[in-house]
């Protein structure tokens, strides 16, 4: 009777209301009398109106630059994706993207494409929200800068840093000296003083993002020279950018004494963001360091703070990127706020606005101007000055406060890493009209040249002097009869892996090691709150091993390849057994997924790949999520998937065995048994056990020395409810695809399941 009452309800209301706009419409049409109104009636018109219509809408300002972030979006990550893979820093490929889109190569082979992509008249538009992305991306890096570092571990980090700047800085202002005499390469009215000190700064800047997130790659975070380069990337960044700040000032007002005024402001606006402004922020994040949450009015003063600052510095004339930094670095010290705070801003600001940035970076690049032997002579002596006064300097001051030339080396590469940062600078001084368009297009090749030779160098420095960094703990490298390695991401699925691999090992602690091995990925992990994370990550894992009066070894890496490093640690440590969560894509079992290859990072560009070269065959029909298949393709070591559904014993223990090959199950039910008491009860599937001599005998060898831990029963046998009882499922990895293949009635019942693939 309620729906009855309410249908006619709308029914009176939404017809009634239509009949009045209609009767409304009707009578306005008789105001038209005398207007001359042209009426367009015929098909043709109205489909040329749509057409107009369409073309319009296409070309409005709002559409352009909708399409222009799309396109650049998906081609930074996708070029990002591909440099990751072969080893290099995200951000070179990012780089390349925006030169890609530019004219050196779309704008060169597809005109007409980019100039609908990138029309002049756009560009005020994408300049101004890359601009904003950078502000965004500033303050994140002044907030990643670990101040207690360099107040604890100055001395020799100072000396180093400071080196590594006056060396390539005097060596740039060298260069500036040879480039200035050629006209072509500087802008008209542009004097030397400006060019030089744009040259130098340029010279002397290091990419402190890319030079910590390579020493978390690496595993020499916890290293004694990890700190060092760290700190000396720290105070580098500081005191480039109050350089760069000093040089911007000199630049606009023609010479120092003019620069005065604006020296004596900047100097003024420092020292009210350190003595008012901090103090004032610090207050602010003493009262919410407890909250579970920032309240949206805290995260406003905070941002707030950020656009007063950059909008302060710009009018100085110091650039907005000074103030944002510096809201950045004098942010409260508590690493929740900074947390928080970064986790709202950072993903806007490097996937959506920061590639705006590389690529107007990349519409300002024409690598076809530097035609000639000359002018690639001209490059090439640039990159050359580049890697001698950053390399070389940072090396040779490290050699002189102490360090081996290993060490120095090995600081000499990372300090030349120049990466994102350089190209802020690069586009400050184009900005400016310091720079030509030659020479920023040289200045942004040596970015990138400097940039990507820092891994290599380093591989290089490590082959020559025969030692490589340790990740391994010793105590895993020494020799234990069985080891196992469980890889967790959460610390649910971490607690359930150390309880299945505790349930293996329980009273054969003295010859047995478990390890546990967090991998996160590099641009998740913050150099600033690193020890903080890692401590965090292992602490549940760590209080149930204590529990369950288990030893555990930790390790702990930031990575750009989970899969990859999961495999190589397994085999660099000669483990047993790896243990890992099976993972869950949110397009699992559909069809788009299964068609694009869709995973929780949205497009998995290794299952294209596979797909395009015919390897998608080898995971047809696939069980897992892309994360776990690509594990299983790249492990060399046996290997346990846990399924996990709340597994908190591993009392009942329910064995499959559906084919001559599931013989070495039995060797892990041993185990079971042996360590942990277990029974397990062994499902003979068409008398694959009784028609094996191998798996019969040695069931019936477990059945005679364990009679109250083994038993045998066929499919037949099975009783209703019988799998609820069980506390684990041991199968393996050909198998449960069969199962799963099969749709059997099992899967809606069957407990934890571990899939072990030998």
Not at 20 to 37: A, C, D, T, Y
Not at 242 to 252: F, P, Q, S, Y
Not at 417 to 429: K, S
Not at 734 to 754: G, I, M, R, T
Request: proline share 3%; aromatic share 10%.
């Amino acid at each position: 009777m309620k729906n009855i009452k309410n249908a006619l309800f709308y029914l009176g209301v939404t017809g009634g209301f239509i009949s009045l706009m209609f009767w409304i419409v009707s009578k306005g049409r008789m105001l038209e009398i005398g207007r001359n109104i042209i009426a367009k009636t015929s098909k043709d018109t109205l489909f040329h109106q749509f057409l107009e219509s369409m073309v319009h809408n296409i070309k409005h300002p709002l559409a352009i630059l909708l399409l222009q972030i799309i396109t650049i979006v998906v081609v930074a990550r996708f070029f990002g994706w591909i440099f990751r893979k072969i080893g290099q820093p995200t951000v070179i490929g990012e780089i390349i993207a925006g030169i890609f889109l530019g004219p050196s190569v779309v704008g060169m082979y597809f005109p007409e494409y980019s100039a609908l992509l990138f029309p002049a008249e756009s560009l005020g538009n994408l300049q101004f929200l890359s601009q904003i992305g950078l502000i965004l991306f500033m303050f994140v890096i002044g907030m990643e800068l670990d101040l207690k570092v360099l107040k604890n571990k100055a001395n020799d980090a100072i000396v180093i840093s400071h080196a590594s700047i006056v060396i390539p800085f005097a060596l740039g202002i060298g260069l500036s000296y040879f480039i200035y005499q050629n006209k072509q390469f500087t802008p008209a009215g542009v004097d030397f003083l400006s060019f030089s000190l744009f040259m130098g700064i340029a010279m002397s800047i290091t990419a402190f993002p890319v030079l910590a997130r390579i020493v978390q790659e690496r595993g020499i975070h916890k290293t004694k020279l990890g700190t060092i380069v760290i700190t000396c990337a720290a105070a580098d960044d500081i005191t480039a950018w109050c350089i760069l700040a000093a040089v911007i000032a000199i630049v606009k007002a023609g010479t120092f004494v003019s620069a005065i005024y604006v020296i004596l402001l900047a100097t003024l606006y420092v020292l009210t963001m350190l003595f008012v402004v901090k103090p004032f922020l610090k207050k602010i994040g003493d009262l919410y360091a407890t909250r579970e949450n920032l309240s949206k009015p805290v995260v406003a003063i905070f941002l707030l703070t950020l656009i007063i600052s950059s909008y302060c510095t710009e009018v100085i004339g110091i650039h907005a990127l000074f103030g944002a930094f510096m809201t950045g670095a004098i942010m409260p010290d508590i690493s929740k706020i900074r947390n928080i705070i970064i986790e709202k801003i950072e993903d806007v600001s490097l996937i959506l606005l920061l590639p705006l940035f590389f690529v107007f970076t990349g519409l300002r690049t024409q690598i076809g101007l530097i035609n000639d032997a000359y002018l690639w002579q001209i490059t090439g002596l640039i990159i050359g000055v580049a890697v001698v006064g950053k390399f070389l300097g940072s090396a040779l001051a490290a050699k002189f406060v102490g360090q081996n030339w290993r060490d120095s080396l090995t600081i000499g590469a990372l300090m030349n890493t120049r990466g994102l940062m350089e190209l802020v600078v690069l586009n400050i001084g184009y900005d400016l009209g310091v720079l030509s368009t030659e020479v920023f297009t040289m200045m942004v090749i040596m970015a990138l040249v400097t940039t990507f030779m820092t891994g290599p160098a380093i591989d290089i420095i490590n082959f020559v002097f025969k030692r490589k960094e340790v990740l391994i703990p010793n105590e895993i490298i020494q020799n234990s009869s069985f080891k196992i390695l469980i890889s967790f991401g959460n610390n649910e699925k971490g607690k359930s892996l150390l309880r299945l691999a505790h349930s293996f090992v329980k009273k054969q602690k003295e010859n047995t090691n478990i390890t546990a091995l967090h991998l996160s990925l590099s641009d998740e992990v913050h150099s600033y709150n690193l020890q903080d994370y890692e401590r965090e990550t292992f602490e549940p894992i760590l209080v149930e091993s204590k529990v369950l009066q288990q030893e555990l070894s930790t390790i702990f890496k930031s990575t750009v390849d989970i899969e990859t490093d999961i495999a190589d640690i397994a085999s660099r440590g000669e483990y047993d057994l790896v243990l890992v969560g099976l993972g869950k894509s949110i397009f699992e079992g559909s069809l788009l997924g299964k068609v694009l290859g869709f995973t929780t990072r949205i497009i998995n560009p290794d299952r294209l790949i596979d797909k395009f070269t015919g390897k998608e065959g080898l995971f047809e029909n696939s069980p897992f999520d892309d994360r776990t298949r690509l594990i299983i393709s790249k492990s060399k070591k046996p290997l346990g998937i846990l399924v996990d559904k709340d597994l908190t014993a591993v009392n009942e223990v329910f064995v499959p065995i559906f084919s001559k090959d599931d013989a070495f199950l039995v060797d892990y039910a041993q185990k079971l048994i042996v360590n942990n008491d277990s029974r397990i009860t062994v499902l003979e599937i068409n008398n694959q056990v009784s028609s094996n001599f191998v798996i019969e005998n040695a069931v019936n060898t477990l059945t005679e020395h364990y009679p109250n831990h083994m038993d045998l029963i066929h499919e037949s046998d099975m009783k209703a409810g019988f799998l609820i009882k069980q506390d684990l499922m041991l199968i393996s990895l050909e198998s449960w695809k069969k199962l799963v293949d099969s749709q059997s009635v099992w899967l809606s019942n069957v407990p934890s399941v571990l899939i072990i693939k030998p």
